[in-house]
Antibody, heavy 123, light 108 residues
């Protein structure tokens, strides 16, 4: 059974930093493109970032470029999102998600999701 | 960026009836369209990809159609567990990947 477990969400001050983690199990993590998707309270879904199986290719939504960094450790089956220069508009539930097919560059569809971790940016 | 527009924002339907949800892309995306269901307090669930292919375990009462810029999700006979928010998502030439704003399906 595929399991994705996010952690690291917390209350952070504007301009601060957080590092989210997503521990994966139940599938061959090292061969899958992985994604981060966020959802502000009461709002819709927003794709944030994606990373290729090797970590060599990384993609971001424009609003987080230069502030967020996605990475992965295939030896630990873990996905990360380093969030710097946080803004109030980054407040959301952050989900990690697995790409549907283990191909590069990925399909861009998400067949398994974690339960999410809450990030709140406020002074 | 491809903008996805869903309609209606809210749809009220009685159990056992058919629900039809619409999604429009600001430019052609071929069949690179997925649908997700999200229940309150839960993560989204993939229902449909490739505009019309049901994901593993998705009941046959869910069907998707369309191509280009116009897409439809149909739920043929609503059950109580189907009342949720539904999102369409395009993945044509990503990044970026973009979602519609969602359609809330309520019990009438």
């Amino acid at each position: 059974e595929v399991q994705l477990l996010e952690s690291g969400g917390a209350l952070a001050q504007p301009g601060g930093s957080l590092r989210l983690s997503c521990a994966a199990s139940g599938f061959r993590f090292s061969t899958n493109v992985m994604h981060w998707v966020r959802q502000a309270q009461g709002k819709g879904l927003e794709w944030v970032s994606s990373i290729s199986d090797t970590g060599l290719s990384r993609y971001y939504v424009d609003s987080v470029k230069g502030r967020f960094t996605v990475s992965r450790d295939n030896s630990k089956n873990t996905l990360y999102l380093q969030m710097d220069s946080l803004r109030a508009e980054d407040t959301a539930v952050y989900y990690c998600a697995k790409d549907r097919v283990p191909v590069v560059p990925g399909t861009g569809t998400f067949d398994n999701w974690g339960q999410g971790t809450v990030v709140t940016v406020s002074s | 960026e491809i903008v996805m527009t869903q309609s209606p924002a809210t749809l009220s339907v009685s159990p056992g009836e058919r629900a039809t949800l619409s999604c429009r892309a600001s430019q052609s995306i071929g069949s690179k369209l997925a649908w997700y269901q999200q229940k309150r307090g839960q993560a989204p669930r993939l229902l449909i990809f490739g505009a019309s292919t049901r994901a593993t375990g998705v009941p046959a009462r869910f069907s998707g159609s369309g191509s280009g810029t116009e897409f439809t999700l149909t739920i043929s006979s609503l059950r109580s567990e189907d009342f949720a928010v539904y999102y369409c998502q395009q993945y044509n030439n990503w990044p970026p990947i973009t979602f519609g704003q969602g359609t809330r399906l309520d019990i009438k």
